[in-house]
């Protein structure tokens, strides 16, 4: 069973606070990407990587930073937390052929 | 700019109905069209479709791709309580790394 897991359910930060999100997958993929998820927005891609050390801006990569030093984690970096980034954040993964994969999301509040 | 709208955004109907959710796209050098059921968290995965004409099933849903006409629909017949939930369509172009566009969803609610 393919697991892509977040490492948090529910987070409530600061304006100004640097916040982590972190995101792993245990298949192998090569692809892996971060999302946000707003009322009648959609999911919007922020960043994605196709290999370690690889990275690619999305369509809103503004305000995020992404690092990806092993293959099987995807972080996702507020360097400053902004109350119009709160939102639901939500990490997948893909193989070269296959559909993408969705963690269980992180709610992030900033106050 | 890579564009899909689905409809409608909403809607509400009774247990036993079928419905159609739509998505149409425009996208450069197409190269698939995915849809999702998001429930309270991940959205799962439903079909992934590459060819116009075929439909693709799984148990009373199913799919169609129009390649010409540039959009998909979804059915859904003999809808129970459980088929609730946001419905996601996605084109991912020919740009490398599965880069998925999405729709703002269809949220479909049943009621019994």
């Known amino acids: 069973d393919v697991k892509v897991t977040q490492s948090s359910r529910y987070l409530v930060k600061r304006t100004g606070e640097k916040v982590f999100l972190e995101c792993v997958q245990d298949?192998?993929?090569?692809?892996m990407f971060w999302y946000r998820q707003d009322p009648g927005l959609g999911l919007r891609l922020i960043y994605f990587s196709y290999d370690v050390k690889m990275k690619e801006k999305g369509d809103i990569p503004e305000g995020y930073s992404v690092s990806r030093e092993k293959k099987e984690r995807f972080s996702l970096i507020l360097e400053s937390a902004s109350t119009n980034q709160t939102s639901m954040y939500l990490c997948?993964?893909?193989?070269?052929?296959?559909?993408?994969?969705f963690g269980p999301g992180t709610r992030l509040t900033v106050l | 700019e890579d564009k899909v709208v689905q409809s409608p955004l909403s809607l509400v109907v009774h247990e036993g109905d079928t419905v159609t959710l739509n998505c149409s796209y425009e996208v450069t050098n197409f190269r698939s069209l995915l849809w999702y059921k998001q429930e309270k968290k991940a959205p799962t995965f439903l079909f992934m479709l590459?060819?116009?004409?075929i439909e693709k099933k799984s148990g009373r849903l199913s799919s169609i791709l129009d390649k010409k006409e540039l959009f998909s629909i979804l059915n859904i017949t003999a809808t129970q309580t459980g088929d609730s939930a946001i419905y996601l369509c996605a084109v991912e172009g020919i740009q490398g790394a599965q880069k998925l566009v999405f729709g703002q969803g269809t949220r479909l609610t049943i009621n019994p």
């Open positions: 298949m192998d993929h090569e692809n």
């Open positions: 590459t060819s116009s004409g």
């Open positions: 997948a993964s893909g193989g070269l052929r296959d559909e993408q994969f």
